[in-house]
């Protein structure tokens, strides 16, 4: 048995850094459709910076502050 759990671990640890990666990254795509953000500038970011940064914008988006939206989206764009 722990020989198959030896043989296995990688594979499950490759698969969840592939999911965290891919999980990230949708994250990331979506704030560049919606909001118009430079790829680049969200590249620099951490993935929980960029979690962050997407709760933020969320609650500003349910009190439905325009001002306070475009504040924390404007360095971020081209």
Known sequence: M????L?????????FWIVRFQICSARRRRLIDTYGIDS???RKLGCKEVTKLRK???TLE????AHGLESIVSPYRP
């Open 2 to 5: 722990t020989i198959l759990f």
């Open 7 to 15: 043989l296995l671990s990688p594979a499950l640890f490759a698969l």
């Open 40 to 42: 680049k500038k969200l």
């Open 56 to 58: 933020q914008i969320q």
């Open 62 to 65: 349910e009190k439905k502050d």
